[in-house]
């Protein structure tokens, strides 16, 4: 499908990432006591020069902290006073947020110390609630209840993990000597000194980009590297672009561990035979209800959905640079505009805005509320 507005995407990220280089410096810290006999060297822990106790970091290609949001997400529907700061990089510039939960409502406090707006200050609002919306391509957090927002929203954090941002493929080679090797770029896997083709499923891509992203590997900067060794050694190097991690089994550090699960995962992947015609899987919000088709919006989140919901009423969808597609053979009469579906498509997507396609299975699944 054309998917016009990752141009948008892209150059908002350029912004974000020039806002970080003129504005702010970040450091990386250096993890040296690692359990002999490993040497590792990794980032784990970004920071910002004079901020103290950032919990979370939200960065253009990563997350470091998710299981603290997490349980401050989980602390707040289970009424359990609690607090977490965060540090979040936007299209405006770059955010410490201080979010403290009393048990009955959430104040959010947002100092903006890097804008490219000129509006660089500290916020405070009060809130009610937080909820979470899990895509197939990404999390967000939002902050519900707050007064003077649209539909009195407002977001919080988002991990994005979607293939197409990432223009996401790799090379992994492993075993003793690294004789053996699985390459998206060329769509092959060698092992034993035999090649053959490779399919691989967008989603394993998917997943681990995924997996990546939540370990923060491609924020990663600084020396990795491995000197341990041991009887039937297993070697790992794993390469993305100018990015490359190079790692043995007997390595014990928190990332070489997560890198030998993500590498496990392709590996076994790799070898298992997969259709070249796997069914492609979307979900959306729905925009329109025709008689026997209805139109999403692909991979909206609930907030997106409401932001353009009175002007997909009033207008056109080329207004939007979302992605929309219409899902045609359907017996609409139990769905209606706002519901958020799962459908299993049959067959190719014909392009256009909306782009067009048959439906083989569509049902509905759980949405957040706006409060």
Not at 167 to 174: A, E
Not at 182 to 203: F, G
Not at 296 to 304: A, D, M, P
Request: charged letters at 25%; glycine letters at 6%.
């Amino acid at each position: 499908m054309k998917r016009g507005r990752y141009f948008f995407v892209f150059l908002m990220l350029a912004v974000i990432l020039t806002a970080c280089n003129t504005k702010m410096t970040i450091i990386n810290t250096f993890d040296t006591e690692i359990q002999p006999p490993t040497t590792y060297k990794h980032s784990p822990k970004p920071y910002v020069k004079g901020i103290e106790d950032i919990e979370v970091y939200s960065l253009p290609f990563g997350i470091d902290g998710y299981d603290e949001m997490e349980t401050f997400y989980e602390d707040t529907n289970n009424e359990v006073p609690s607090k977490i700061r965060l540090l979040t990089f936007n299209v405006f510039g770059t955010d410490v947020v201080d979010l403290n939960y009393n048990g009955e409502d959430i104040e959010i406090v947002i100092d903006n110390i890097a804008s490219d707006i000129g509006a660089e200050g500290i916020t405070t609002i009060t809130c009610e609630n937080i909820i979470k919306e899990t895509n197939k391509t990404r999390i967000n957090f939002f902050a519900t209840g707050c007064p003077d927002y649209p539909n009195g929203t407002t977001d919080l954090l988002e991990i994005n993990f979607d293939l197409k941002r990432y223009q996401f493929d790799f090379q992994l080679m492993y075993g003793e000597k690294l004789v053996n090797e699985i390459n998206t770029w060329t769509n092959t896997i060698t092992e034993n000194n035999e090649i053959q083709a490779l399919t691989l499923p967008t989603e394993v891509k998917q997943e681990v980009l995924k997996r990546l992203i939540f370990q923060n590997l491609l924020e990663a900067e600084g020396e990795f590297y491995t000197t341990c060794s041991a009887d039937n050694i297993n070697s790992y190097k794993f390469i993305m672009g100018e990015r490359e991690f190079y790692w043995n089994n007997c390595d014990h550090s928190r990332a070489a561990i997560e890198l030998t699960n993500i590498a496990e995962y392709i590996i076994q992947q790799a070898k298992q035979k997969h259709d070249n015609h796997s069914e492609l899987i979307v979900q959306g919000y729905i925009i329109q209800v025709n008689e026997d088709s209805l139109v999403i919006g692909e991979n909206l989140n609930i907030l997106e959905y409401k932001q353009i919901q009175q002007g997909i009423q009033d207008g056109t969808l080329d207004a939007y640079l979302y992605d929309f597609l219409e899902l045609q053979d359907i017996n609409t009469k139990k769905f209606k505009a706002g519901d958020k579906i799962q459908a299993t498509i049959g067959g190719e997507i014909t392009e256009g805005k909306p782009s067009i396609a048959k439906v083989k299975k569509i049902e509905l699944i759980e949405k957040p509320i706006l409060e």
